[in-house]
């Protein structure tokens, strides 16, 4: 264990030395993978404050049930059960609308009451309305359509509206950039691979007499390796975190012009970094792009050196 200990140290060290003497190479390409880094990263600060705001949304998708003109008000309490089955175990609130009280609120709210009068008999049907809760995505939306589908196969029931589109808008637009995020965040880590890549032929072809001398002197390939593996890995780790932190100062701009606009909208609306989780693993994301950079870059040159 100390060996192992003291061998991947000996690499750290190797590998520090190596980006001491050459400081201003290093933190340019420190600069370019970190360019690469920061619009993916950006994107998915953006994606985690917009998703709980998302989800809190006022408003569930809401089914309405109408019952044929001929219908009684027997009928309708017949069925009241069987509406509440076809909901299954999806929470939800129902409401029974006599067309009393449908007529009523018509008058209230339509300003036709005088016309409405001249009619004699009340037009509409009774109505049961049921207020879906719970339901985010397009999977929901799905079940949202089974539902209305199982409603509309009931007896004497003439129409069933279904408030689901919005539910169905929202999914897809958040599909859309997440989809969109992951192409981005998979086209630049290519990117970020390929300048780890470049460094590290560029170390390998530099110091390829020292390579030469230690291979005589009975090295070992994982000896030669590691530290090759740690400077790619720690150009990876300190790119990520430049990455974020300039993420981080541009949330400040951005909330400014921001909180304007949510004013507008009674609101308090701001963008807030990454939980210290999110940090981690995409540090952690940033030195594995690194070394997979640097392991394809020294399998390959190194190989043919030899």
Known sequence: MNRWLRQHRFAIGAALSTLARTPGSFLFNVLVVAIALALPFAGLTVLENVRPMSEQLSVDPEISVFMTPTATREDARAIATRVRDAVGAHRAKLAFVPREQALASLKDKSGLSDVLETL??????????IRLEGFKDARDAQ??????ASLRALPNVDTVQVDSAWVKRLAALLGVLRLVLLLLALTLGMVVVAVVFNTIRLQ??????EIAVSKLLGATDNFIHRPFYYTG????????????GAVALALRPLNTAIAEFARLYASE???????PLGIALLL???????LMGAMLSVQRHLSRLQ
Do not use: C, K, Y
């Open 120 to 129: 004699g008999e009340n037009p509409l049907p009774d109505s049961f309305t």
């Open 143 to 148: 079940d949202i359509d089974t539902i209305a």
């Open 204 to 209: 390998v072809l530099t110091q390829r007499d």
């Open 233 to 244: 890995a720690l150009l990876g780790l300190t790119a990520g975190a430049v990455a974020l």
């Open 269 to 275: 609306f701001q963008l807030a970094p990454l939980p």
């Open 284 to 290: 952690a994301l940033s030195a594995a792009l690194g």
